[in-house]
């Protein structure tokens, strides 16, 4: 374990490019991620129904009106049912309406998301996909001005120093410019062949919601040799919804898609919101 390199119990082995270890190296074990597929919406079309009508009478006063209405069903009271069961219909209705309709919109909007443009350095030529096809390992290339499409550790850049510069508004509220780091043994892979040619793997911590911290490091295979170990920590994770400024281009391996990285697992719980007396 390299100096200053923190212990962590619990790891996941990226393969860069899904190239397997030469042999002689540690086993290769493939492993399965989640596809970079963003999901903020809370329903679906078959659930809708039976999961919003349980939030609604989650609340005290919804499961009060129902309650008096049942029993001026059952029993015989000198008011009619209707006096009650009419109006919590329509509060439960347009309620209903309304998140539905909200729900909707966020499905538009992880629609557009996961559809968005997305190049891949495969076979030594940058190849254009879509966002929700990314998977742990692919080789990534970010333009100037584009946002990241899932957790990335930074392989190299267009500048020679191997750095690039990052706001991270979306994330942390932080309008600077943040300064991010390739390791120094891969800063020379500079073209979509080079990089492609790059024989490593890294091996981190399994996701946490923590912004700013990382843990890992990468093993880089060169010829025969023992492969050379670099720590890697939050200075060298690019996060997703972060944005490439000041950089003409860089390269980088996704290592948290979809759900699991860092910006989804800092999702607001999406239960209703209930004041302190409901709860």
């Not at 029993?75 to 998140?99: E, M, N, R, Y």
């Not at 025969?224 to 939050?234: K, S, T, V, Y």
């Amino acid at each position: 374990m390299c100096m200053g390199e923190e212990i962590w119990l619990d790891s996941r082995t990226v393969y860069i490019g899904h190239k397997e270890p030469p042999p002689g190296a540690e086993a290769y074990i493939p492993q399965r991620y989640p596809d970079n597929r963003i999901v903020s919406s809370k329903y679906t079309s078959w659930n809708f129904i039976p999961k919003n009508l349980f939030e609604q009478f989650r609340r005290i006063a919804n499961f009060y009106f129902l309650a008096i209405f049942l029993v001026q069903l059952i029993i015989d009271t000198p008011t009619s049912p209707v006096t009650s069961g009419l109006p919590l219909f329509f509060v439960i209705t347009v309620t209903a309406i309304k998140q539905g309709y909200e729900d909707w919109l966020r499905h538009k909007a992880d629609c557009s998301i996961n559809e968005c443009p997305v190049d891949v350095v495969q076979q030594g030529k940058v190849v254009r996909t879509q966002s929700h096809k990314l998977r742990v390992g692919d080789i990534v290339m970010v333009r100037e001005d584009e946002t990241f499409p899932c957790d990335l550790i930074l392989l190299s850049s267009s500048r020679h120093d191997g750095t690039c510069y990052v706001t991270t508004a979306s994330l942390d509220g932080e309008s600077s410019h943040k300064t991010y780091y390739a390791v120094q043994d891969t800063v020379a892979f500079r073209t979509e062949r080079e990089v492609d040619s790059l024989h490593a793997t890294i091996e981190c911590e399994q996701p946490q919601p923590d912004l700013y911290k990382f843990v890992g490091r990468i093993n880089i295979y060169k010829d025969r040799e023992e492969p050379l170990a670099r720590p890697l920590g939050a200075e060298n994770l690019l996060l997703r919804g972060a944005t490439l400024k000041n950089t003409q281009h860089i390269y980088a391996v996704a290592v948290y898609t979809g759900m699991e990285t860092k910006m989804a697992l800092n999702y607001q719980s999406k239960s209703q919101k209930r004041s302190a007396v409901e709860k």
